[in-house]
């Protein structure tokens, strides 16, 4: 069973900078992609992603530039370094994995985190 434990969300103004951590959990979690996703009003969407080994990366429009996912196996975590913020980044963030190693959009995430709140003041 694999757990995915997110923190480091808060309160940030405008232009300011956050790093969200995943501690993740289970016997195969470094052989999966990994991501991190924003509840919008409709759906979750993706933020970040990243594949098994850290070397393919991925990102939404919108934060390209701003934003790095990264990933250390050794210690099982993940994380998303933000920069730049601003207030449409708000919201609550969520870890998640997918058995692929290799981030699949045709595919949904096997497993979630319970999310952080991300607030961006202006």
């Known amino acids: 069973q694999v757990r995915l434990v997110e923190s480091g969300g808060g309160l940030v103004q405008a232009g300011g900078s956050l790093r969200l951590s995943c501690a993740a959990s289970?016997?195969?979690?470094?052989?999966?992609?990994m991501g991190w996703f924003r509840q919008a009003p409709l759906e979750r969407e993706l933020v970040a992603a990243i594949n098994w080994s850290g070397d393919r990366t991925s990102y939404t429009d919108s934060v390209k530039g701003r934003f790095t996912i990264s990933r250390d196996n050794a210690k099982n975590m993940m994380y998303l370094q933000m920069r730049s913020l601003k207030p449409e980044d708000s919201g609550v963030y969520y870890c998640?994995?997918?058995?692929?190693?290799?981030?699949?959009?045709?595919?949904?995430?096997?497993?979630w985190g319970r999310g952080t709140q991300v607030t961006v003041s202006s």
């Open positions: 289970g016997p195969t979690v470094g052989s999966y992609a």
């Open positions: 998640a994995a997918q058995v692929t190693g290799d981030y699949d959009s045709n595919y949904g995430m096997d497993y």
